[in-house]
């Protein structure tokens, strides 16, 4: 189900099938259907800064794979141009986050460390 990616920084494990990630995402949507409530609800809120994001998806205390998933469906919701901020403190959601948006072509504007991880996505063509 894993893949090890041997880094200088040490061994990182990833999902070695884009059908897990489906699987993940359809059990967390079951478990939310019989919950009557979400798994994880992300809070939003409004950021003024530089970049203006339309919508803060805050992730703090949050792993993977719940980060990746929930930035998936909300840049699916964005128009062109609008900017999606994301934050988490887990190393390993920055990179899956970063990844998988470039991989899609979205815009990763800027990526702030300073305390948490900020990630800024503008959604593009």
């Known amino acids: 189900i894993l893949s090890v990616i041997k880094t ?3 061994d990182r494990f990833d999902f070695s099938s884009k059908h897990m990630l489906r ?7 079951f478990i939310s259907d019989k919950r ?3 798994v994880f609800e992300p809070i939003y809120y409004n950021d003024t800064n530089l970049f203006k994001p339309k919508r803060v998806l805050d992730f703090r205390g949050e ?12 840049l699916k919701e964005l ?3 609008e900017t ?3 934050i988490v403190d887990y190393p390993l959601s920055k990179e899956r986050i970063i990844s998988f948006c470039r991989k899609m072509g ?13 990630i800024y996505i503008e959604k593009t063509g």
């Open 36 to 38: 009557g409530t979400p």
């Open 8 to 10: 200088p920084d040490g």
């Open 63 to 74: 792993t993977c794979p719940i980060p990746e998933l929930t930035t998936r469906r909300e």
């Open 79 to 81: 128009t062109n141009g």
């Open 23 to 29: 699987v993940i995402e359809e059990a967390i949507n």
């Open 106 to 118: 979205y815009k990763v504007i800027a990526v702030d460390d300073k305390l948490d991880s900020k």
């Open 84 to 86: 999606l901020l994301v």
